[in-house]
Each structure stands twice: as C-alpha cells, then as structure tokens.
C-alpha cells in the first residue's frame, strides 16, 4: 500500500471514530424545536412553494443555532468511505454521515443522469474483498456491486423525444427508485452543450440547443423533486470538454456564456426552482468554476435569485477559503479542502467568516427540511424492477429518430430471413448499451459516475428474437460479426469470409447492421499523441466518426500501441460493401438495409450512405438496459419513431470538428505552461447556429437545404406522413403566438413536432457578436391518429427564463430587446425547406 493510500485509509478510521463523538449534542434529547410535530404539520400544510420553503428556513436556522462548531465542520463535507449508520449493508463514500441528537439523518446522494447510478451503497464483500490501498478505496465510487436499478436511456434520447413528458417520466423512475434505495439528492440533470460532438459525456446531456436543454432539464428537475428529493444542476458552467478536464482553463465570451451555456441554468433556477447546482472542474474566464464569484454569487444568486447550496463537483475544489467565500456550500466526497483542521485555521487567520459557514449549512438544510428528508426514515424498500423496464422501453421509443427511409422500415411482414449485422470488436450489435458499455462486461462496469447496474438487460438479438415470436412471425435470425479489416467473419458463431457473409447478406430478406459512436466520462471521443491529452495526432473530427473506438472510452485514446490505443472498426467501409453487393432477395441492398445507430450524440456522415443510395437509418441514441427490446417494437413497427434530433449531423469532412484550431480544442499551453486553455472563439456559432451561418464559408444553403448537413437539428421522419399549413402569428397578451395546422396523411398513428424560430433584427448584431440566422424557441410534440388533423399554437413569451427576444449586452450588462423587425418560423426542423414564415413583428 503507498503512502498516500495509508493516509487517505487512516483519515477514513479517525472521521468515522470523530462522528461517532459528535452525538454528544449541546442541547438535551428533547430540545429539538426544528422537529416539533407542530412546524412539520405547518410546513407540510403550506399553500405555496416560497412559503413552504419559508418555514423550511426556519427550521435550518434553528438547527443551526443549536450545533457545536465541530458538528458544522464536519456537516460541511461528504464523509470518507464508510458504512451508512442506518443501512449497515451499504458502504458508500457518497454521504454525509447524521447527527441523532440533533436528528440530522445521514444525507445520500447518487449520481444520475442515465439512471440511479452510483449510489452509495457497494456491497460490504465486494469492499472488503477488493485490494488494499487506492483500489478499496476507489471500489466506494465505482465498484459494480452499487445496488441495483434501471439503466434508462441516455439523456441524449430524453432530449431527442422534444416531450417534456418524456423527461416527466424519466425523472419520475428516478424519484421512485431513490425512495426505493433511501437516497435524497439526484446529481443530474446534466445541462452542458453539444458544442463538441465528441464531448465524452455528451449522452448524459440534452444536446446543442440551450432552449430544448432547458426545457428537459426544468420537466426532470419538477418531476423528482415533487417527490420530495433535491436535483442538483450540473455541471456549473462551460464544462464541454473531457480533455483535461480537471485543469482546462477556458475563456468564453460573455455573451455567450449568457445566451447559450448559462440559459439552461438560468431556466432550471427559475422554472425548475432546482434545490441544487453543481460546481465543474474547469476554469472560466480566469477562476476556477467552483471559487467564481461572479458566477456562484453575482449570476446565480444575485441575477437569478437563486435559494438553494452549490455543492462540488467529486474532487473539484482546490481550495479553503476563496471556494467558500465564492459561494461554494458543500464539499464532496470527502473532507479535503474543507477538512475541519483547514477550516479552523481559516478561521483563525479570519479569512472565513463563521456567519459563512452558517449560510452555506443554511442553504442545504433548507433544501433538505422543505423535501422533508428530516421528516421520514431512512429505510430501504424492494424496486419494481418490472415498472421500471417498461418506462424505460416508453422513453427509448419516444426518443428514437428515424432518419432516412429507403423502404427497409419496418421490417417486411413476410421477411423470412433477418440478419443482425455489427462489429465482432464493438458493442452495438451484441449487447445493450449504456454510455461507456466495454465488449463482455455487464453494463455498469465502464467506470464511469454515471454507470447505472440494471437488474437485467435485453440484448439486440434477444429483442427481435422476442418480439417476433410475440409478433407470431416465423423465419431465421442470424447474427453477422465482422472483423475490423472487412476479411474475416462469423456467421452465429462460425468462422467465415466476409465475402462469404456477404453472400448470406445479399440473400437476405433483410438486413439491420447496428453501429455507433460509444464513449464514457473521463474521455472524448478524440486520438492523442500521448495519454496528456495536450496534443491530438489528427482532426478531431475523427472521433465524430463511425469508425472511431477505443477499448476504454473512459480514458484518453492515444497512438501509443501499448496505451488505451484508438482503433478504426472500418464499419462505413463495411455499410459500403454490403450496400454495393448485388441483392439475389428481390429487393436492392439499400431498399432492405436498416442501419441503427446508437451514439453518444451525432454522428458524422458518409456521403455514401446518405439519400436514396444509402441505408433506412433509425437513431436510438444509448438505450439503457432495455436495448434489444427498444429497438426490435421500432424495427418491426410495433412502435413508431417520432423523435428528432437534438444535435445536427454533418457531412463527414464538411462539419464544425473539422474547421476548429487547437486553441478551441483540445486547447494550447496556459500561460503558467503547465494546464492547457481553451477559447470558445466560435461565440454564438455552436450546433445547427454554426451551420446556418456559413461560417466555415462551405455551407451556404442550396434550395433550402445545406450542403455540410447530412441530417438537421430538428430533423425526424416516421412510419406515417404528415403536412403542416395554415401558418400563422398572433398577439397574445404582452406576446405572440404561432400556428400551424398538421395532418396525419398516412395510414399508421404518429407523432409530429412543431418547432418555432427566431430571427432577430439586424441591429441585434451590433449590440456583440453576430447573431446566427435563428434560434430555437419553442417547439410541441402531437400525436395524431391517421387521418386526424390538429391546430398546435406555440406561445413567444418575451419574458420568458430563455430570453427569446433578448440578447446580451457586455456594455450595460444586461439584456436588452433589439429595435427593429422579428421573423417567425415555423415548421418541422431547423432546415429552411421545412419551415415556413409564420408573421413578423417589430420591437
């Protein structure tokens, strides 16, 4: 065991034997006032928010009053890893550890943006059997033992569905199974842009729009906190990056910073009324994330009023004082900066206030007293593991895409012969998958924070096999795996050719090949030369593609053969191939291929497989546990896909990845000469923003569709058709509203999304940076029955959370509306050919 290892286990013996000690509270058993049966029975009969929240203030301050110095320090950080008092099978470092005098229960807290994930609670054996030193200790965080629940779809399909019911019913599997596992605050919804498609974490996010981001994140905050629990915002703020991630120092402009990465925030704080924020490891515009004042007080609690305590990211602080007085509440997992030794010194050097280490306790306990978490027991009851799966399976379907349709979909009734086509080195094909899934693991073993360890899983060939004998369909399944040099294969199991499987393939009645872009926390999806991540050995555009993998995609990718070395699958040469293979089915390739894609977010294009010579594509995004049977109700019709993209996918060689300098990623040496920074030099110009307008000079769109765009943001077809006329604008109240009548032409129900943009005047260009040609500002999902035909209005409300007028002005600091002409669009994406003017107005 090294040294470090000794200290840190050591540290974990003399906090646990400290909180034993601190039971002895100043008052006597019964002097407990925040816990008088009579101001429970207020706060819980309280007629509004704010005044529920008022009395859960003063119960804090109560609380408060009546504690030690030494019960507040050691109430200010996460514990070392240790056995839950009250749940003596669970060892988790994801607490802080109650006081019973003072009936402080033991605060727990999981990860979760795909689903409960590590949840402090790893089983004691597999703790006590794991190595000595940094390994036991790492188990606490990370160890596959972590209790058990559904693995739901990636956050990514959660904004793909455009359904705030959607993200409604995620948040609502969450709550229920953290009631279920005693837990009390959700670190999740991740809100952080898809400003680079190979960010590594871009599937716990809601992707490149900041209003649809929003808007998600505000429906799962609503729906888990209704239940009495604390969702926790993250990753507060500009944390779009993996790379270095725990020193970048990145430099985004202030505008920016306040039109795009700061509104789903400011919509979470304000709509959401979110309990919590999450502080990142990087820095922003000079200070670190979790010491920025004039982020932590000026924007969040100044501008926005926010009430609720800004906990650390896992090991993010690096400092005493500056983080605390920044802002800062609450240090986890462990006390490290906030240790009470360095507390106290703090204090005695009068560099910390003890009024500050008041309000940050102040802060979470208010939250925590108005979720009632002092008011019940801490208990652990059965999940319904059952319930669960089918929530998720109605998420994953609500969220699937359907991108082109050459005739492949849904699969033919009388298809006799089905291949199940993928990768023998990928996942896609052959197990479910989850964000960071590795080939002949169980899901939740990635290591990852957000690793989530289902009760059981579906796979792909699982799913259709179940669902065809469901179905009553007879015929042949064969699954295909095809080696990364396109020579060698296996036909269920048996070694052959791929000019062998090739032939299997042509005879085929159809044919599904699944791929992806697979990747993890820890990474992006990116080559380096060397495992610093200082320096990538190409584009880092070719991580966007199909091609790209890594055997870890938690860490670094490099060229080092002896390192988590980066590797090229050859699957778009392998589509190519059985695209140009002459059928002997009847049908051609392309009007019997299915390609199913799973990515982390979009993905690059090949021009061969876009249009009428390329494959049917059905995005699923990372499903979660019920993959197999997702993707088998989609492919054989069972259920429709309605989603649309929340991400744009480029052309292959024609996309943002492949214009972008080092200086905005993977960045360039800071000036210290040690940490890289990065600038957002690109400003307004991220996503489908980027592309409108032309600004890498290739894109000018060509009758109304872009030559850089494989598929738009926005974009989704589905198994029925529909028209949209009639658009209109109207006054409403001190607003606007737009409409546009849809009808179901098809003969199969489906679900239509309307969306509504905004261009802004042209004097709105001269309050900062140029303005893209349009944003996002409303948008509604409708099902209609087939031949149904329905009115959707989306109302413009000037002074709504995301600022759909507003734009940010560095001179006076604040928002202003820009004089002049507003044009409403309407339509069904972000592509000019498929919208239509619904009115102007002027301001």
């Excluded at 994140?217 to 270095?244: C, D, P, R, W, Y």
């Excluded at 979110?274 to 994330?289: F, K, T």
């Excluded at 009553?472 to 080696?483: A, C, E, F, I, N």
Aim: charged share 20%.
């Amino acid at each position: 065991m090294g040294m470090r290892a000794r200290r840190f286990l050591a540290r974990s013996i003399l906090t646990a034997t400290a909180i034993a000690g601190l039971s002895n509270s100043p008052l006597g058993a019964a002097a407990l006032p925040w816990m008088d049966p009579a101001i429970v029975a207020r706060q819980q009969a309280a007629a509004s928010d704010t005044a529920k929240e008022a009395i859960a203030h003063q119960r804090a301050l109560q609380l408060i009053a009546a504690m030690s110095l030494d019960q507040k320090l050691q109430q200010l950080t996460g514990d070392m890893p240790s056995v839950v008092r009250e749940l003596p099978n669970c060892f988790g470092g994801r607490h802080v550890s109650g006081i019973a005098d003072l009936a402080i229960p033991t605060f727990r807290i999981t990860n979760g943006p795909v689903g409960v994930g590590q949840n402090d609670c790893v089983s004691r054996a597999a703790y006590e059997a794991a190595p000595e030193g940094m390994e036991k200790l790492k188990a606490a965080y990370t160890d596959p033992s972590s209790a058990e629940a559904t693995a739901l779809p990636s956050g990514m399909a959660v904004a793909a569905s455009f359904d705030p019911q959607a993200a409604t019913l995620f948040g609502e599997v969450i709550a229920a199974e953290m009631h279920h596992l005693a837990l009390h605050v959700f670190e999740a919804p991740g809100m952080n842009l898809a400003r680079l498609p190979v960010l590594g974490r871009n599937f716990e996010y809601f992707g490149e729009d900041p209003y649809l981001s929003g808007t998600m994140a505000v429906a799962e905050t609503k729906a888990v906190q209704a239940s009495g629990l604390i969702a926790m915002a993250k990753h507060f703020v500009a944390n779009e990056q993996e790379t270095n991630r725990m020193t970048i120092r990145e430099t985004v402009d202030e505008q920016a910073l306040r039109e795009l990465y700061l509104i789903p925030f400011e919509m979470s704080v304000k709509d959401g009324k979110v309990a919590s924020i999450m502080c990142s490891y990087n820095y922003v515009n000079g200070l670190h994330a979790c010491e920025n004042t004039p982020m932590l007080t000026d924007v969040l609690r100044g501008d926005w009023g926010f009430t609720g305590y800004v906990q650390s990211d896992f090991f993010a602080m690096k400092s005493t004082a500056p983080t605390i007085n920044a802002g800062m509440d609450h240090e986890m997992p462990t006390p490290l900066h906030w240790a009470p030794a360095k507390m106290r010194a703090a204090l005695a050097a009068k560099e910390v206030d003890l009024a500050r280490i008041d309000s940050a306790l102040e802060r979470r306990y208010t939250q925590m007293f108005k979720a009632g978490i002092f008011d019940r027991p801490l208990k652990q009851t059965p999940i319904d593991f059952a319930a669960g799966g089918a929530k998720a399976r109605m998420i994953g379907e609500r969220a699937a895409v359907l991108l082109q349709n050459n005739g492949a979909l849904p699969l033919a009734h009388t298809a006799r012969t089905i291949l199940l086509v993928g990768k023998a080195s990928q996942v896609y094909a052959q197990q479910a998958i989850a964000g960071g899934s590795i080939l002949g693991k169980h899901m939740g073993a990635g290591g990852g924070s957000s690793d989530v360890v289902p009760h059981e899983t579906v796979a792909p060939l699982d799913g259709l096999r179940d669902a065809l004998r469901a179905d009553g369909r007879t015929g042949q399944m064969k699954m295909v795996l095809v080696d990364d040099a396109n020579g060698a294969a296996t036909i269920d199991g048996q070694a052959v050719t791929f000019a062998a499987a090739l032939k299997d393939i042509a005879a085929a009645d159809a044919v599904v090949v699944m791929a992806g872009t697979n990747s993890e926390e820890g990474a992006d999806r990116a080559t380096f030369t060397d495992a610093t991540g200082h320096r990538l050995a190409a584009s880092a555009a070719a991580g966007n593609s199909l091609d790209w993998y890594a055997g870890k995609p938690s860490m670094i990718a490099t060229t080092d053969p002896a390192g988590n070395t980066a590797h090229d699958s050859q699957t778009v040469a392998m589509l190519a191939a059985i695209l140009s293979t002459r059928s002997t089915s009847g049908r051609t390739m392309a009007q019997k291929t299915a390609l199913v894609l799973k990515d982390n977010a979009s993905a690059a294009m090949d021009p061969r497989l876009i249009g009428t010579q390329g494959p049917s594509i059905l995005e699923v995004w990372f499903p979660g546990q019920e993959d197999g049977a997702i993707v088998a109700d989609l492919l054989l019709g069972r259920a429709n896909p309605g989603g649309k993209l929340p991400v744009t996918f480029p052309v292959a060689g024609r996309g943002f990845l492949d214009t972008i300098t080092a200086e905005q990623f993977p960045g360039v040496p800071a000036s210290d000469g040690k940490t890289q920074s990065v600038t957002y030099s690109e400003k307004l110009a991220i996503g489908y923003r980027w592309y409108d307008g032309n600004a890498g000079g290739r894109c000018a769109p060509v009758k109304g569709h872009n030559p850089c765009v494989a598929f738009p943001f926005g974009h989704g077809l589905s198994y029925t058709r529909f028209t949209t006329s009639a658009p209109k604008l109207a006054t409403l109240g001190g607003g606007y509203s737009a409409t546009v009548t849809v009808k179901n032409v098809g003969a199969t129900a489906g679900s239509e999304v309307v969306q509504t943009y905004l261009t802004l005047p042209a004097s709105a260009d001269q309050l900062g940076a140029k303005q893209p040609p349009k944003r996002l500002i409303g948008f509604a999902r409708v099902d209609l029955a087939p031949g149904e035909t329905r009115s959707v209005t989306i109302p413009i409300d000037p002074a709504a959370s995301n600022h759909p007028l507003g734009v940010w002005s560095k001179a006076d600091k604040t928002w202003v509306t820009p004089k002049g002409r507003y044009t409403v669009l309407i339509g069904t994406s972000s592509a000019p050919a498929d919208l239509a003017e619904a009115g102007t107005f002027s301001r």
